[in-house]
């Protein structure tokens, strides 16, 4: 009975999942003949739970699961689970932060992964100075393959996805979540890559962007049928993946910024307001980070709640960091309207910068803005062109379109 009640689950899911496909991309899946996987880093999630490990896996097929944890090459624990295609071990969390997960399905060959796991996070740094060469990408959306084509064609990664950009930093400005159906994958992806890049001298950065902030507080309008189908097999909220208290990828995500300066360009998923003028980068984010692990967080959208956790000044301001108009995620003014010159004058000299890329306002090609003191890199097609900045001359840069075929264009 038990096979049978697990196919049926998944049945009911999987119809979920076309139902909701079909409606947010108006059938267009289905001519496009797309094979969506589930199994491996595209349908993980871990989380630490009271002193233990939970990992949750799906395999490509039903089937017995395992897990195999290893602390470089000495195995630490090792679980079969049950015929199924969801799949759940748990284990004490070990002394040390890290550890590689190996699982998948047990007959299946094919069906074999790895995932090295960093238990021990630290805040991001926002300052970074003599940077040769700087890739930027817009909002990715879970457009994963999009964004392997980019980074190989740029040298970026090698043909096994590790880094080979060796001291080049890579920047993505947030909103990695919602539309597009390979969001898990994308993250546990940059995931890793950032490690790679920090121990072969080059850094992988990526900001907080408005779908991030949703997501957390688990504001999923946006949110794809096959991502929703991850979280409906491991028999969980979408949210809860991504939770910064628990999850893996949440806390990873919750000590990420949402501003950067490297050099005299600064960096933000929407564009930055002169109301944050009296902040430094460093206050503007240690604010951000606060608020991210503040017990009442994930009440800000629902209001009776909220009240209950903040008084009516501390609730509005946090909804406002968060929400507003002019607020770091949201702010669209420098791309969307030509009047604004007065107010980025004023941002640049604040932060002492010469140059600022947003993504958050879709454009059709990365385009220049304020006579090249704006770049917009939110593509309407996510994951077909990055920025290039080469460093030519203290305080001069090239600028390039790099496009996903290979091409370099000058900006």
């Known amino acids: 009975m ?6 049926l689950t998944l049945l009911a899911a999987l119809a979920i999942f076309f139902a909701s496909s ?5 059938g267009s899946m289905f001519s496009q003949n797309q094979r969506f996987r589930l199994d491996g880093e595209y349908g993980l999630w871990v989380q630490e739970v009271d002193g233990q490990v939970e990992v949750h896996w ?30 759940l071990a748990k284990f004490v ?20 992964h790895e995932t090295k796991i960093c238990l021990d996070t630290k805040k991001a740094d926002v300052r970074f100075v003599d940077v040769d060469s700087v890739f930027v990408l817009g909002d990715l959306h879970g457009q994963f393959e999009n964004l392997i084509q980019l980074l190989q064609n740029a040298d970026i990664i090698d043909s096994n996805l590790n880094w080979s950009g060796h001291h080049k930093h890579l920047v993505a400005l947030g909103d990695i979540f919602d539309r597009g159906h390979n969001v898990t994958r994308t993250l546990w992806f940059l995931y890793e890559l950032e490690k790679q890049a920090e121990k072969r001298g080059g850094k992988v950065h990526l900001l907080l962007g408005n779908h991030e902030i949703m997501t957390f507080l688990n504001d999923l309008r946006y949110l794809s049928g096959k991502e929703n189908l991850i979280a409906n097999l491991h028999n969980t909220q979408y949210a809860s993946m991504f939770d910064p208290q628990r999850s893996v990828i949440g806390k990873w995500l919750a000590i990420k910024p949402g501003v950067i300066k490297i050099d005299e360009i600064l960096f933000s998923h929407g564009g930055v307001d002169p109301i944050f003028n009296g902040y430094s980068i460093e206050a503007l984010n240690d604010s951000l980070w606060t608020y991210l692990n503040e017990d009442g967080f ?4 629902q209001d009776s709640l909220a009240f209950t956790k903040y008084d009516s000044v501390l609730y509005h301001r946090r909804l406002y960091f968060f929400f507003g108009e002019k607020s770091v995620f949201w702010h669209r003014g420098y791309v969307s309207a030509d009047t604004l010159g007065k107010d980025l004058n004023s941002v640049l000299k604040n932060f ?15 385009t220049s803005f304020y006579d090249g003191k704006v770049i917009g890199v939110d593509l309407a097609s996510p994951g077909t062109e990055m920025l290039l900045l080469v460093r030519t001359g203290k305080k001069k840069y090239e600028k390039y379109k790099y496009k996903i075929t290979g091409e370099l264009e000058p900006l």
């Open 2 to 7: 038990a096979p049978l009640m697990g196919r």
């Open 22 to 26: 079909f409606a947010h991309w108006g």
């Open 58 to 87: 799906i395999t490509a097929k039903e089937d017995s699961g395992f897990l195999h944890v290893y602390h470089d090459h000495t195995l630490l624990q090792q679980f079969t689970t049950p015929v199924s295609q969801s799949h």
């Open 93 to 112: 969390k070990p002394d040390m932060p890290n550890f590689s997960l190996h699982y998948g399905g047990l007959s299946d060959e094919i069906d074999r």
């Open 298 to 301: 994930s009440t800000l959208l």
């Open 352 to 366: 002492k910068s010469k140059l600022h890329v947003i993504a958050h306002t879709p454009v059709k090609t990365i």
